[in-house]
């Protein structure tokens, strides 16, 4: 069974940073794009940043370019989310998930999409003080 484990969150200041690690096991990580979503109080869940299974293709919402960055090993079938520069408005549950298709070529938005993406975590909880 497909198991996806988040760490790495927490409390912390504006201005910030946090690294989240999601540990994915029983799927041959390598050959799987990984995404981060996020679903803050209240709000919808929201795409965050995606990475092809050929770890060259990344994509990021507007609202974390520059300060996110999204990395895998997949010796360590592990993807990273390296976060910067935290907002408040980072504050959120953060969710890890696996693509449902084996060495995708789809079009660029469809990585930004919840249903391109089979397998989730149990989410980590962000929380940025002003």
């Known amino acids: 069974q497909v198991q996806l484990v988040e760490s790495g969150g927490g409390l912390v200041q504006t201005g910030g940073s946090l690294r989240l690690s999601c540990v994915v096991s029983?799927?041959?990580?390598?050959?799987?794009?990984m995404g981060w979503f996020r679903r803050a109080p209240g709000k919808e869940r929201e795409f965050v940043a995606a990475i092809r299974w050929n770890g060259v293709n990344i994509y990021y919402v507007d609202s974390v370019k520059g300060r996110f960055t999204i990395s895998r090993d997949n010796a360590k079938n592990t993807v990273y989310l390296q976060m910067n520069n935290l907002k408040p408005e980072d504050t959120a549950v953060y969710y890890c998930?696996?693509?449902?298709?084996?060495?995708?070529?789809?079009?660029?938005?469809?990585?930004?999409?919840?249903?391109?993406?089979?397998?989730w975590g149990q989410g980590t909880q962000v929380t940025v003080s002003s």
């Open positions: 029983d799927l041959t990580f390598s050959s799987y794009g």
């Open positions: 998930a696996a693509e449902r298709l084996r060495n995708s070529a789809e079009p660029n938005n469809y990585y930004r999409a919840a249903q391109a993406y089979a397998y």
